[in-house]
T-cell receptor, first 111, second 113 residues
Framework: DAKTTQPPSMDCAEGRAANLPCNHSTISGNEYVYWYRQIHSQGPQYIIHGLKNNETNEMASLIITEDRKSSTLILPHATLRDTAVYYC????????????FGTGTSLTVIP | NAGVTQTPKFQVLKTGQSMTLQCAQDMNHNSMYWYRQDPGMGLRLIYYSASEGTTDKGEVPNGYNVSRLNKREFSLRLESAAPSQTSVYFC????????????FGEGSRLTVL
């Protein structure tokens, strides 16, 4: 699976959009981009995933560049509860395939 | 539904002792995973089981063994615990088909003295 690069930490003002970047320049055509987050020391929580097109759900939006070499997770109106570590993962969506987590981005939402 | 349940939640061991971490899921998932997370670090995959009867090594398998007891249960065993295995251990599972969202347990905090 392709490697990802994320900034180690970011801050965001409460109520503002949080834009978390992820670089995956070696991504293959059949690899999906997944985002998870881990609040405090809980188990990670799924946020969103996509292949080529931009995706949106009730939690966030995922913007994937046309060449698929990078993506951005957008939390449209960050709240204090969004303070967490965010992981970007690329993975072939094949039965039983592994999920490899990196070190992620520690997002702090500031009041 | 309980989702993914891990036991115990906390454990303290002495160097050289053995123990087994238990994981069970009630979502009829086929694939199960064990991760470890050290302070300030991301998650690292120890072992995974794509389906009942199969297990494979992840990034950091040394010092661990696993058993996929049945479709629901996936256990992680430390035969001779070492201080370097002090960590938080997470079990996860996902469905067989499709892109497969991972569901995680609450974690098991292990300290090896």
């Amino acid at each position: 699976d392709a490697k990802t690069t994320q900034p180690p930490s970011m801050d965001c003002a409460e109520g503002r959009a949080a834009n978390l970047p992820c670089n995956h320049s070696t991504i293959s055509g059949n690899e999906y981009v997944y985002w998870y987050r881990q609040i405090h020391s809980q188990g990670p929580q799924y946020i969103i995933h996509g292949l080529k097109n931009n995706e949106t759900n009730e939690m966030a939006s995922l913007i994937i560049t046309e060449d698929r070499k990078s993506s951005t997770l957008i939390l449209p109106h960050a709240t204090l509860r969004d303070t967490a570590v965010y992981y970007c993962i690329v993975r072939v969506a094949v039965w039983g395939n592994q999920f490899y987590f990196g070190t992620g981005t520690s997002l702090t939402v500031i009041p | 539904n309980a989702g993914v349940t891990q036991t115990p939640k906390f454990q303290v061991l002495k160097t050289g002792q053995s123990m087994t971490l238990q994981c069970a899921q009630d979502m009829n998932h086929n694939s199960m995973y064990w991760y470890r997370q050290d302070p300030g670090m991301g998650l690292r995959l120890i072992y995974y089981s794509a389906s009942e009867g199969t297990t494979d090594k992840g990034e950091v398998p040394n010092g661990y063994n696993v058993s996929r007891l049945n479709k629901r249960e996936f256990s992680l065993r430390l035969e001779s615990a070492a201080p370097s295995q002090t960590s938080v251990y997470f079990c996860a599972s996902n469905i067989l088909l499709g892109t497969g969202e991972l569901f995680f347990g609450e974690g098991s905090r292990l300290t090896v003295l």
